[in-house]
Nanobody, 124 residues
Framework: QVQLVEAGGGLVQAGGSLRLSCAAS????????MGWFRQVPGKEREFVAA????????DYTDSVKGRFTISRDNAKNTVYLQMNSLKPEDTAVYYC?????????????????WGQGTQVTVSS
């Protein structure tokens, strides 16, 4: 069954760190771009970061630049999101997503496979 499974969420104090992982099962993973999005209740899903198929290109929303790092290991079919200097406003459900093309995009409609999400809560 083709799926994405996120892990690594939890409760952390402001200023702390978490590392999210997303295990992919699609055979095309090494040629697929990946993204991380987040959502809080009552708001639309928000782009966080994306990485190209080879990892050579990344993109971040302004609010996480310098604090979050997206990376991937194609040998392990896994994408990561290292989150440092976390803030209460980073609290959300974080989703990874996959699209069957090389390049990155911020548009959620361009991704055709989504994980079920992992909760990240940052306390002040």
């Amino acid at each position: 069954q083709v799926q994405l499974v996120e892990a690594g969420g939890g409760l952390v104090q402001a200023g702390g760190s978490l590392r999210l992982s997303c295990a992919a099962s699609r055979r095309t993973f090494s040629t697929d771009a990946m993204g991380w999005f987040r959502q809080v209740p009552g708001k639309e899903r928000e782009f966080v970061a994306a990485i190209s198929a080879t990892g050579g290109s990344t993109d971040y929303t302004d609010s996480v630049k310098g604090r979050f790092t997206i990376s991937r290991d194609n040998a392990k079919n896994t994408v990561y999101l290292q989150m440092n200097s976390l803030k209460p406003e980073d609290t959300a459900v974080y989703y990874c997503a996959e699209r069957t093309t090389y390049g990155t995009t911020r548009y959620p409609q361009a991704y055709d496979l989504w994980g079920q999400g992992t909760q990240v809560t940052v306390s002040s």
